[in-house]
């Protein structure tokens, strides 16, 4: 088991000579922003964006404590959205652009929970990759 270590303090703080915990550093103000939807069957990933494409928060349903296959619910997908909603109001965002990948449950209800919380949607677009070449054919049959 080992020997268990008994720290005393002596007169002063152990932990950084009297340091003092400030507040994080303050978000960035953003306006206008784009939000991400990957929406699998597994699970509903949602990232906040700059109009540069730089990723300011990112939240998913396995992030928020859904396990297994509730992740892949749209209940679960509303919650990450009104997560994201309420981080993007917290920057001053009044304004975004939606971009949607996948054909999960989560789709819709991640985007109309971002926008009921009172941030205007400018556009929505759907860019789930669709294979043009198919899978790989069967080798044929040797006789």
């Known amino acids: ?8 303090k002596i007169g002063h703080d152990l932990a950084g000579s009297g340091k003092k915990t400030t507040k994080k ?3 960035r103000k953003l306006e206008i922003g784009v939000l991400y939807v990957r929406a699998t069957y597994n699970n509903t990933i949602v990232m906040l964006t700059d109009p540069e494409g730089k990723a300011i928060s990112q939240a998913s349903s396995g ?3 859904f396990k297994g296959s509730k992740k892949g619910t749209p209940f679960a997908a509303s919650k990450v959205g009104e997560l994201m909603a309420n981080q993007g109001l917290e920057m001053g965002l009044k304004e975004a652009a939606v971009i949607i990948r996948g054909v999960g449950p989560g789709r819709e209800s991640a985007v109309r929970a971002f926008a009921s919380n009172g941030i205007a949607i400018s556009s ?4 789930t990759p669709i294979p043009f070449n198919g899978p ?3 080798k044929p049959r040797r006789n």
């Open 136 to 138: 790989k054919a069967k």
């Open 63 to 65: 992030g928020i404590g």
């Open 25 to 27: 550093a303050a978000r």
């Open 1 to 8: 088991m080992g020997k268990k270590r008994i720290i005393k």
């Open 124 to 127: 929505i677009q759907d860019q």
